[in-house]
């Protein structure tokens, strides 16, 4: 098993992107985006740091949830650095430029995003691509690449997420929506005060982290099935991906804890 990331071993991800030992308490893992003086864009730093992040918190088996957030009460993620951009002369950004969980990123637990502001460009990609959201009273939402003459193709998968001229609003307005109005869509699952903002996220993410591991990546594994393929096809992966589940020690497990009226002891097998 990889040790969670520590500061002394990789500097970057303690420097610009927060995960250690001390960030899982209660199976959850909390990852921090942190640099807030920019607004936490994303240079080959930070997106070097959540790759390393991502994959430590994956391979620990302590850790049952994680939490996306970033530092200071202001901005999420701006999305990505365009000055680097300019420096080092990219145009299309190469497919393993972002952590895409799922996609490029191999993450088989659920993931919240708690958005403490701004949430703009490839920080709505970060937003798009976790399993839930809990979003400050401040925050808001922004597909802002047509104010710099960019492209956005990664939000394709919120064309799922929101309604068709929502998505004609932010792509071609590039003017932000807020938290409130992302609640009302859907996109949110909760929105909350700033002060709030990680006490919410955590409950949402010991409430998942009590239950059993095999069926929570297994829901997972359905949702994502189902998003990528038709109904019927989906309904007949569904019964593939929970036949694990059922077989489980933990499938007997459950029962027995409710009929002996305690807490179940999850064995993730």
């Given amino acids: 098993m990889q040790t969670p990331c520590r500061g002394s071993e990789l500097p970057l991800v303690r420097r610009l992107v927060s995960f250690g030992r001390e960030d899982v308490r209660d199976h959850v893992a909390t990852i921090t985006i942190n640099r807030p003086g920019k607004s936490n864009a994303l240079n080959a730093a930070v997106r070097g740091g959540l790759f390393e992040a991502f994959a430590a ?5 302590d850790v049952r949830v994680a939490i996306l957030t970033g530092s200071g009460e202001r901005v999420f993620c701006a999305g990505a650095d365009l000055a680097e951009m300019v420096t080092l002369g990219i145009t299309t950004p190469p497919k393993d430029y972002l952590p895409i969980l ?17 949430a703009a460009a490839g920080g709505f990609l970060l ?113 593939e991906i929970f036949k694990e589940v059922y077989l489980s020690e933990d499938a007997r497990e459950g029962p027995r804890a409710f009929q002996e009226k305690r807490e179940p002891v999850w064995q993730g097998r």
């Avoid at 918190?57 to 088996?61: E, P």
């Avoid at 799922?102 to 701004?118: E, L, S």
Wanted: hydrophobic share 50%.
């Fill in 57 to 61: 918190a994956n391979s620990d088996s």
């Fill in 102 to 118: 799922r996609k490029n990123v191999d993450f088989d637990k659920p993931v919240i995003a708690a958005v403490n502001g701004v």
């Fill in 127 to 239: 937003v798009q691509m976790c399993d839930l959201v809990v979003a400050s009273n401040t925050a808001s939402f922004a597909i802002t690449e047509a104010r710099r003459g960019r492209g956005a193709p990664w939000a394709v998968p919120l064309t799922r997420q929101l309604p068709r001229r929502v998505m004609a609003e932010l792509l071609l307005t590039a003017e932000p929506i807020s938290a409130a109005r992302a609640y009302d869509l859907g996109f949110a699952n909760l929105v909350v005060d700033p002060v709030s903002l990680m006490e919410s996220a955590f409950r949402m993410a010991r409430a998942i982290a009590r239950n059993a591991p095999l069926s929570v990546k297994a829901g997972l594994r359905m949702l994502q099935f189902a998003d990528e393929m038709g109904l019927k096809a989906a309904e007949q992966v569904a019964d």
